[in-house]
DNA sequence: TAGTGGTCTAGACCACAAA
DNA sequence: TTGTGGTCTAGACCACTAG
């Protein structure tokens, strides 16, 4: 029997996904869905709701008349360009042991096309912060993040600088971070990047060049990330849509 | 009043996002959930799972307790990439009068790497067919798919190799394409890219290595595209999950 | 405080898959 | 035929926003 707080529905849903983790089903086939609704006490339209989000995640699928079942190959995907929330958290799910390192922090003057995508003034103030992750000992991902001065609400350490952004801004910016919308670019080496993520001249590279969004939908951040695509391989699952 | 077939919340869906690309709410707001209900003449979870597929898409956002609005950034971007599923409507979104070209066709036997993404046996036969898709007159993608002659069910022209390969699939095939699991890569140009898509040496690239899965989740195709980033930009929204 | 979206229930019927 | 997921209803209460 489930308690309240946060929602059924999403308690529903972890606590179906730990028993996917534990193998309960050993056989790939996940109970129905009036099973499920009375072991747990809550109704089956409750039920349906965190599989469905749990189908979205690629966690199951289900087939009409058959049954709903564990999604193997899709709990294998590591890093799914689409959901990738924090760097280290990436890493850590590769097997690596991931750290940061700030390379830089400073406060520049916003140029027309950043005031543009910010929706800012040119000349508006912009924390400007250049952060390394490793893989173990390996330079992996360089990234730019362009935060306006104005979203910062309280005053922080330089070392609170290393919390992922979304993570950062929660706690001492005025507004969350709710999704990113981003480019994927492909690119050379630039001089700086060979030295700083250890490659070859010329190697092609993934940049994603992003705008942050918060629940409003007011841009509230610019980041720039280059990969090292040996060691981090992005990957999508792509859908059709209606 | 609205009708079955296909479902309620499907037509509800389209429904409302006829109205949104007709502009009918100028204002950006969106009627009430219990209006909506009341108008179509279905109840408000049909309603609320409409409107949960068009947030989804990006169309619509919604704040609890204030209202749910249209999305006029999401409702700009063409090409998001977790949902592309023909590159002639990629093209013709953005503005470019499509085609493509068949630059050839022919049957080889899977190699060992081939066999095991596609869960087929080594040396078994698989048609390749290589395209070139075209913005206007400037060449921008080149593909090259790889479907087990087992998948293909029904004889077909070589013409109908122009189509789309999930629409082949789906007229030709065994069974429906029904996802893909994509591996974003970047590349340099090698000479045959240059030629092909008209670019310089050395340009970045970016490929797309994918496998797409059926229904029932086997793997029924292997397709590699790369894109010249300068005509087609790709896009992607991230969210956080969970 | 009024109105909106968010969550949840209990129950009905349909469509499809497998035995 | 049986059992599964898919769709839909009507109604309840909660959480939040805004005037």
Redesign the pocket.
């Known amino acids: 029997m489930?308690k309240?707080a946060?929602?059924?529905?999403?308690?529903?849903k972890s606590h179906i996904k730990q028993l996917i983790l534990a193998d309960e089903f050993a056989d790939g086939r996940?109970?129905?869905?009036?099973?499920l609704?009375t072991d747990l006490?809550?109704?089956?339209?409750?039920?349906?709701?965190a599989?469905?989000r749990l189908e979205h995640e690629g966690v199951i699928y289900?087939?009409?008349?058959?049954?709903?079942f564990v999604n193997r190959p899709g709990l294998q995907i590591k890093s799914r360009l689409d959901e990738i929330w924090s760097y280290e958290g990436v890493l850590r799910a590769h097997g690596y042991m991931p750290s940061t390192r700030i390379l830089d922090v400073s406060t520049v003057s916003a140029d027309e096309e950043t005031a543009v995508s910010l929706n800012i003034t040119p000349g508006d103030d912009l924390l400007v912060v250049k952060k390394l992750f490793l893989a173990d000992t390996e330079p992996v991902i360089l990234a730019h993040n362009h935060i306006p001065l104005c979203q910062i609400a309280a005053p922080y350490e330089e070392s609170d600088l290393l919390l992922p952004v979304y993570a950062f801004l929660s706690e001492y910016g005025r507004q969350q971070l709710s999704y990113y919308v981003s480019d994927i670019i492909p690119i050379t080496a630039s001089p700086e990047l060979v030295t700083t993520l250890h490659i070859p001249a010329q190697t092609p590279l993934l940049s994603l060049s992003e705008i942050g969004y918060s629940d409003d939908h007011q841009p509230i951040l610019k980041s720039t990330s280059c990969f090292r695509d040996d060691l981090l391989r992005l990957r999508l699952i792509r859908r059709s849509v209606q």
Do not use: F, N
């Open positions: 489930l309240r946060p929602s059924l529905t999403e308690q529903a996940i109970p129905p869905e009036t099973t609704a006490g809550v109704s089956r339209t409750t039920i349906r709701d599989l469905s289900r087939k009409q008349g058959a049954g709903t």
